[in-house]
């Protein structure tokens, strides 16, 4: 059974930091495509960052560059999201997602055919 | 403000054929495939409409997606009661170069 499972979400004060985990089971980690998905209390989903392990290309969102680190750990089967610089317009709901190109037809960006359930950051004094 | 303009709500009776629509421009929609998630509440987003009108494996057939110039529609027929909850639309951002999101349309059977 295919499973995301996200961990380390928390409250934090802005300026902060704080490191996200996604925990991956039941398909090949060595040549998935990850990402992370936020969702702010009461709006709609915003694309965070992306990786694809067999090469390690990583891509933000303008909104998190420079302050989001994506990496990975093969012997784990996980993907993790340091993130630094916490401002309150981070706090959102962050998933792990799973890209799904289907051989090079759409963007695994944006086909997220498996998610996590969430974890919940909150960015306050 | 989300880059694809969503309704913030729709409704419908049971048994009703209701559409929800996304509208971008020429270097979002317009050029690009038009994905579709259903999101519960408190629950993760489910992949429900890919490549503009297809459908991934055990999504009902009542759920339909289309897309002309630069807006899309998801259709539901034969509307069910467990069909309430938010439709998000996203796609390809040429200016952006990544991926962007309706603010997401919050479906009530009534």
Redesign the interface.
């Known amino acids: 059974e295919v499973q995301l499972v996200e961990s380390g979400g928390g409250l934090v004060q802005p300026g902060g930091s704080l490191r996200l985990s996604c925990a991956v089971s039941g398909f090949t980690f060595s040549s998935s495509e990850l990402n992370w ?1 936020r969702q702010a209390p009461g ?5 965070v960052s992306y990786i694809r392990i067999s090469d390690d290309t990583i ?1 933000y ?2 909104s998190v560059k420079g302050r989001f680190t994506l990496s990975r750990d093969n012997a784990k089967n996980s993907v993790f999201l340091q993130m630094n610089g916490l401002r309150a317009e981070d706090t959102a709901v962050y ?1 792990c997602a799973r890209g799904n190109s ?1 051989g090079g ?3 695994a ?5 498996r ?4 974890t919940l950051v909150t960015v306050s004094s | 403000q989300s880059v694809l303009t969503q309704s913030p709500s729709a409704s419908g009776t049971p048994g009703q054929r209701v559409t929800i629509s996304c509208s971008g421009s020429s270097s979002t929609i317009g050029n690009n495939y038009v994905y579709w998630y259903q999101q519960f509440p408190g629950t993760a987003p489910k992949l429900l409409i890919y490549r503009n009108d297809q459908r991934p494996s055990g999504v009902p057939d009542r759920f339909s997606g289309s897309k002309s110039g630069t807006s899309a529609s998801l259709a539901i027929s034969g509307l069910r009661s467990e069909d309430e909850a938010e439709y998000h639309c996203a796609t390809w951002d040429d200016t952006l170069s990544g991926p962007v999101f309706g603010g997401g349309t919050k479906l009530t059977v009534l």
């Open positions: 998905v709006k709609g989903l915003e694309w891509y969102a303008d998933y289907h037809l759409d963007p960006m944006l086909n997220f055919d998610w996590g359930q969430g």
